[in-house]
């Protein structure tokens, strides 16, 4: 019996609320243990690479979640632990500073030297009590030269010493050549690759648990041609296979099935249905 009625549990399904799955919690335990450890001079970091749609910003922005702002209103000050931000679309030290200050709501309008913002990012930044920076998107920098690529990087280095605090990045894979590029700071980042998923049984447990998540009235029992078939639907991608499992979780409730069934999920047509039918009629290895 569900404690929610209809529109609240469709509002709920359809919501970005966070699902935690195995892979997810394994990277999320590893930036925690980064967030523990005391402050030093080269604070360890990591990269976490993957896929496009793989589920790297989703872990980010859960990541940042978990170590909210706190306004201190003994000391005047707000304490930032994390600081989430996402590399401008090409490796443009300028525009990343400015997206520093307009991110901690302050802003420096008009036209500064890059030495200028610098100094201003720093002076805020060391007042936060920051212990990790996180950059989504770092594949960004991949827009700019050779050179370009290689003072983003130094930059990033930089402020990461300046302030003592984790570096953390998130990028699709090619990113991960360009930052193993840089000696220094492929010595310090570790890395977690996040593959697209497979025909075994840790997609049947994502599978399941996004099922459990939806609140369905009933059991969805599938069959293993039913994994099969949402894992070539979705490409193994996983913000795919959560497009699909909602989907078919809200016509579950809208039809009062109350239960993903096979027959819904033979008969899904998703919006890159065209992609799909490709994938979909490779053959597939059987689960193991």
């Not at 025909?199 to 969805?220: H, K, N, P, W």
Request: with cysteine; hydrophobic share 45%; proline share 4%.
């Amino acid at each position: 019996m569900t404690l929610m009625d209809h529109d609240e549990r469709l509002d709920l399904i359809r919501s970005d609320r966070w699902i935690a799955f195995d892979r997810a919690t394994i990277v999320l335990n590893r930036l925690i243990s980064l967030m523990e450890m005391p402050r030093q001079y080269r604070m360890p970091g990591l990269m976490v690479y993957g896929s496009s749609g793989i589920g790297k910003t989703m872990i980010a922005k859960r990541m940042e979640s978990l170590y909210p702002s706190n306004y201190r209103s003994d000391l005047g000050v707000t304490r930032t632990p994390i600081l989430l931000l996402q590399a401008p679309p090409a490796p443009d030290e300028r525009r990343f500073y400015q997206h520093i200050l307009a991110s901690i709501g302050a802003p420096m309008w008009g036209r500064h030297t890059i030495s200028e913002l610098e100094v201003r990012a720093l002076s805020h930044l060391r007042g936060m009590d920051l212990k990790m920076i996180m950059i989504d998107e770092v594949h960004n920098l991949l827009a700019g030269s050779y050179r370009e690529q290689r003072r983003f990087l130094n930059m990033l280095r930089f402020l990461s010493n300046d302030l003592c605090a984790s570096l953390v990045v998130f990028g699709v894979n090619e990113a991960a050549e360009a930052i193993r590029g840089d000696e220094q700071l492929a010595r310090r980042l570790d890395e977690h690759f996040l593959p697209l998923w497979d025909d075994d049984v840790e997609f049947s447990r994502l599978v399941q648990t996004l099922i459990a998540a939806m609140q369905l009235e009933r059991g969805s029992g599938l069959s293993v041609q039913s994994l099969r078939t949402i894992l070539g639907i979705t490409g193994g991608i996983t913000s795919r296979v959560f497009t699909m499992i909602k989907a078919l979780a809200i016509d579950a409730i809208e039809t009062g099935e109350e239960r993903i069934t096979d027959d819904a999920i033979q008969s899904w047509q998703p919006v890159w249905a065209k992609h799909s039918w490709t994938v979909r009629n490779q053959p597939q290895p059987a689960f193991q």
